[in-house]
């Protein structure tokens, strides 16, 4: 069984799920039964035990108006690729009693197509055009719980929350975006719960992949275009420069090695580049053009904790005050802390979450902190570039201040490591 798929092939589905139900009203009640939810489920049941749902009935349903529903198709980069998913999972659910759902990252069901005597049932569960299936609103379900844990999630009878969804199954796979690397969606393929067959985990899988290509092409053609458009001014252009899109997507490069993706720029503040170090960005249609602003390529920088967390770089005539986020300052903190070392992507989920099964949301965030801070942080493992000199102010009160702002953003492993620094750190 994978780690994901709720089953195995030749499992006895009736008894399965029988077992099940009965596991999920102990567990849920407080008392002892043999078997015990699987890890990815028990962390989901704690989450929505904690939010104050109840299990024995139908939890609120917030279900989006039609406009609603239609703007927010609009805006969704799936609607390039809806009838993609379509052609690789509809007609499978159409025949095989099952329906296929697409929702945004906000958990609300976008598209819905499938098999019509199960869209009435889900119907009846809300589980419809505009409802939300998010964990705060409808329990332990994949949806939800594919977009908490950043993963593919197969969910079998009892192991749902609510007691109304226990004759269901649900297998949901995040969808990202290539351009940026944010979870932008999630599809699922849901049905009767004794109907499961222990293929859909790849079936789902295969859907996502095809997709996620079908956006990357798309991207590929909108470089192509920005290109084609900037190539006049290109032409003239004397020394290193990089004409990229507005998510830092390298479109052209003249004077240095091609590179795939940096920093996204903007106009108050330099990004570092690999081989150029710091670089002042020009606004273009679609795009901008980056340029060196400087004849080192060391980078100076201050993560200042004496306040709220910020970074300010160091240039040759100015500097950049760049805010952090309590999380990006977590993950930054950790990369000082280990030095030259480095740290893998599990070793960094178990210091800020304090478990090593959060490797996917880590390196979303390591994705959005690079936009923010530009190209400093290197993989495999991850650390700080060579040619970063990163320092830190602790402001007047020193190591304890710095200890007590820490505590109000860290998870568990990191305020442990913290309390096991040198006292000369």
């Not at 009203?25 to 904690?50: C, E, K, N």
């Not at 977009?147 to 929350?161: C, K, N, R, Y």
């Not at 192509?224 to 032409?235: D, H, N």
């Amino acid at each position: 069984m994978g780690s994901f798929d709720a089953i195995t092939p030749g499992t006895d589905l009736p008894r399965y799920a029988r077992e099940l139900v009965r596991m999920h009203d102990a567990v849920i009640s407080g008392s002892r039964f043999p078997m015990q939810p699987r890890t990815v489920v028990a962390r989901s049941w704690s989450r929505v035990l904690a939010a104050g749902l109840s299990p024995d009935r139908a939890n609120t349903r917030a279900v989006l108006t039609l406009q609603d529903i239609e703007q927010r198709r609009h805006r969704s980069p799936l609607h390039h690729v809806i009838d993609d998913l379509s052609r690789v999972l509809a007609a499978v659910a159409d025949s095989s009693q099952m329906i296929m759902v697409v929702t945004d990252a906000d958990g609300a069901i976008l598209w819905r197509s499938g098999d019509a005597k199960v869209r009435r049932h889900a119907d009846d569960l809300g589980f419809r055009e505009g409802a939300t299936w998010t964990e705060n609103t409808v329990g332990t379900n994949a949806i939800g719980t594919a977009l908490v844990e950043a993963v593919p999630v197969q969910l079998f009878s009892g192991e749902h929350f609510e007691q109304s969804q226990h004759p269901w199954y649900c297998t949901a796979a995040p969808i990202h975006d290539p351009r940026t690397g944010e979870l932008i969606g999630v599809v699922d393929i849901s049905g009767p719960a004794l109907t499961l067959h222990p293929a859909l985990t790849a079936l789902v899988s295969a859907a996502v992949e095809i997709a996620e290509g079908q956006l990357l092409h798309r991207q590929h053609e909108r470089l192509r275009r920005l290109r084609e458009t900037a190539m006049p001014m290109l032409a003239s252009l004397t020394g290193p420069a990089l004409l990229i899109d507005d998510h830092g997507w390298v479109a052209h490069s003249t004077g240095l090695s091609p590179t795939g993706r940096i920093a996204i720029p903007n106009t108050e503040r330099a990004v570092h580049v690999p081989g150029l170090g710091l670089c002042t960005a020009e606004a273009l249609l679609d795009g901008w053009l980056v340029r060196p602003c400087a004849t080192t390529t060391r980078i100076r920088m201050t993560l200042d904790l004496s306040g709220p967390p910020v970074v300010i770089t160091t240039g040759d005539e100015n500097d950049w005050r760049t805010p952090l986020s309590p999380r990006h300052t977590e993950i930054l903190l950790v990369l000082h802390l280990r030095g030259r070392r480095g740290a893998s992507v599990t070793e960094l989920s178990t210091a800020v979450h304090g478990d090593p099964d959060h490797a996917v949301a880590i390196r979303a965030e390591l994705s959005r902190m690079r936009r923010i801070l530009g190209s400093l942080v290197q993989s495999r493992p991850y650390r700080l570039s060579d040619s970063v000199e990163l320092t830190l102010d602790l402001g007047d009160a020193g190591r304890l201040c710095e200890c007590a702002f820490v505590r109000t953003i860290a998870g568990p492993s990191l305020r442990n490591l913290i309390d096991h620094l040198p006292t000369n750190w």
